[in-house]
């Protein structure tokens, strides 16, 4: 018989349950704003873009206007929905003082980690799931690829929730939290082809965009819908599993050298 201190331990589902509802709770007393506000900024880009731009540009590509920014749109909301819950979500405990409760409970960091990102994620992808059904109302939405959108869907979405767990980790105060999603990931999706084709842009300014990571998670989603993009839809998956794996690594040494968690 195999001696019990031998026994790999087992995985705590209860803890990582526990810890998704409880964050998926404060998702739910917010609700009605979560599902309002993309429904309304969903609308506005339509009544906007559509009309002052779509009316001059009809296609790109040979994609209607309408329906080209429809990818887009979903990620930046994504991008936005991802980073803010995921490093909220880890914030909050540092800034009430319950995070030495978390790391004192019977649950790994892996197990924490998947509560916490997990959370996040499904979050970003149910707003980024009314954006394409709001997207629907304007204009026809076909998804040339469906599965692999839905794929391509959780891991950029997985990816800036682990992104924003490392940002909540690295702010001092809420002030910082907005910090990078604002002066950084946001300009970076309006700069990365999020509502025009990068082949649009002459050189070297199409050049000097193909060294934004955005374009190309922004162009790898938007071939899941059309078939085609700016980039290549292999070069989009190996950089989006390359900040994936970047965000993953740094978590990992967070909890390794306790990073912030303990101060």
């Not at 990068?198 to 990571?213: I, K």
Request: charged letters at 10%.
């Amino acid at each position: 018989m195999n001696s019990p201190h031998l026994a790999a331990p087992r995985f705590n589902w209860q803890g990582v349950w526990a810890l998704y509802r409880f964050e998926m709770h404060r998702f739910r007393r917010t609700l009605w704003t979560g599902l309002a506000v993309p429904v309304i900024t969903t609308s506005l880009y339509f009544i906007v873009f559509g009309s002052a731009i779509g009316s001059r540009m009809t296609e790109v590509s040979g994609i209607p206007y309408g329906s080209f920014i429809v990818p887009g749109l979903m990620m930046l909301s994504l991008f936005q929905e991802s980073t803010f819950n995921g490093a909220f979500g880890i914030h909050m405990p540092r800034f009430t003082g319950t995070i030495y409760e978390l790391l004192s409970a019977p649950m790994s960091a892996f197990e924490t980690v998947l509560g916490y990102v997990g959370a996040a994620a499904t979050k970003a992808m149910l707003v980024a799931a009314i954006i394409l059904v709001t997207a629907n109302l304007f204009v026809d939405v076909q998804v040339e690829h469906p599965v692999i959108m839905l794929a391509y869907l959780v891991l950029v979405a997985c990816t800036f929730s682990l992104f924003g767990f490392v940002l909540g980790i690295w702010a001092k105060g809420f002030e910082q939290l907005q910090v990078i999603p604002l002066l950084i990931v946001t300009p970076l999706t309006f700069l990365g082809g999020a509502f025009y084709s990068l082949d649009m842009l002459p050189e070297p300014w199409r050049t000097v965009t193909l060294f934004n990571p955005i374009a190309y998670l922004i162009n790898g989603f938007r071939w899941t819908f059309f078939g085609q993009a700016d980039v290549s839809p292999l070069a989009s998956l190996a950089v989006t599993a390359a900040f994936f794996a970047i965000c993953l690594g740094t978590v990992w040494w967070i909890f390794r050298t306790g990073y912030r968690l303990k101060n």
